[in-house]
């Protein structure tokens, strides 16, 4: 059983959260805790040239509103939202708080995948901890 169970969440593939939760909650020990993550891509600058940034904009309030949705208002749930490159962003997350276990989705793979590679093969081979793939 693991103590700390990290889901990634991806605000466009989230027909997979609730599959995410059931293998969690499964692998989770009782006394274990879960958290969901998303990660936010920084804006690059020479769009931020063109766009009016308002950093008060409270996306990262409204996107943790939408990972508290998914966990039904679960208190034994975690939500956190940080910035930067998800496959890289999921692994530091993981070993900074003591993360054993993440559940990450993955789609088939296609071609494009193989060249490009996805964030659950980046979490992959980054991570430091267990990952458990859960296909669509």
């Given amino acids: 059983m693991y103590s700390h169970i990290l889901i990634p969440v991806a ?3 989230e027909t997979l959260i609730a599959q995410k939760m059931e293998v969690a909650r499964h692998l989770l ?15 690059p600058g020479f769009v931020s040239e063109f766009v009016d940034l308002d950093i008060d904009n409270h996306l990262t309030q409204k ?3 939408k990972l508290r949705q ?11 939202v940080v910035t930067g490159k998800p ?3 999921i692994a530091l997350f993981a070993e900074d708080n003591g993360v054993d276990l993440i559940v990450v989705g993955s789609h088939h793979p296609s071609a494009q995948d193989y060249f490009l590679g996805s964030t659950a093969s980046r979490v992959v ?10 296909r669509d």
Avoid: P, W, Y
């Fill in 11 to 13: 605000l466009d593939h």
């Fill in 29 to 43: 020990s009782d006394d274990g805790k879960i958290t969901l993550l998303t990660v936010l891509e920084n804006i």
């Fill in 63 to 65: 996107v943790e509103a």
């Fill in 70 to 80: 998914a966990t039904g208002d679960d208190d034994q749930i975690g939500c956190m």
């Fill in 87 to 89: 496959g890289v962003q």
């Fill in 125 to 134: 081979r980054r991570a430091g901890c267990s990952v458990f793939v859960v």
